[in-house]
């Protein structure tokens, strides 16, 4: 059975920094894409950063020059470091991974608190 498994959330000060982690095991030949996606408290699930199996990035505006994704194929591994943290940061982040046969999989979340 294919798994995702997330750690590295919790609370932070405006300003501070986390890493968050995601591995990937199971049955895994392929992995196409790797990312994080974000939920905040009454707002619908955004893609905060994806790291494509062609090596490219994505990254939204809103997180563009603060946060920092990282995969390692060979461990099926994809890390997010998260840096000049924000109180609007805040939110329930999941770990997703696309495979060559465009299906899906979801960790179940880590929650990032920044907060003073």
């Known amino acids: 059975q294919v798994q995702l498994e997330e750690s590295g959330g919790g609370l932070v000060q405006p300003g501070g920094s986390l890493r968050l982690s995601c591995a990937a095991s199971?049955?895994?030949?392929?992995?196409?894409?790797m990312g994080w996606y974000r939920q905040a408290p009454g707002k619908e699930r955004e893609l905060v950063a994806r790291?494509?199996?062609?090596?490219?990035?994505y990254y939204a505006d809103s997180v563009k020059g603060r946060f920092t994704i990282s995969r390692d194929k060979a461990k099926n591994t994809v890390s997010l470091q998260m840096r000049s943290l924000k109180p609007e940061d805040t939110a329930v982040y999941y770990c997703?991974?696309?495979?060559?046969?465009?299906?899906?999989?979801w960790g179940k979340g880590t929650l990032v608190t920044v907060s003073s």
């Open positions: 997703n991974m696309l495979l060559p046969s465009r299906t899906e999989y």
């Open positions: 790291f494509a199996f062609t090596g490219s990035t």
């Open positions: 199971g049955r895994i030949f392929s992995i196409n894409d």
